[in-house]
């Protein structure tokens, strides 16, 4: 699958001014990781991770549902975060 870059996902570094695009996968990745934070250190690990996925994905669909609220929708946010969910579905 083709990589997009999505404009507004722009972060900008003012001190430095660089800028780094987020991609779907990127942002997966990111999700799964801040949801591992929150998940209890006794588990197992493969189960610490399965916990984090299912959090992202809830976090992911909560975001589309919101999107899809919106009267005027951005396709390419409903895309973008259409892509994000299936890249967290494939964290291994």
């Known amino acids: 699958m083709k990589q997009k870059n999505y404009s507004y996902n722009i972060i ?8 780094t695009m987020n991609t779907p996968k990127i942002k997966a990745k990111e999700l799964v990781r801040e949801m591992l934070q929150h998940i209890s250190t006794h588990l197992p690990e493969p189960q610490r991770w399965e916990r984090a996925k299912n959090c992202a994905l809830v976090a992911v669909k909560q975001v589309i549902t919101e999107l899809n609220k919106l009267s005027s929708k951005d ?3 409903l895309q973008f975060w259409g892509e994000v969910e299936i890249e967290v579905k494939q964290i291994r």
Not at 12 to 19: E, R, W
Request: glycine share 0%; aromatic share 10%.
């Open 75 to 77: 396709l390419s946010d």
């Open 12 to 19: 900008i570094k003012t001190s430095f001014k660089t800028t």
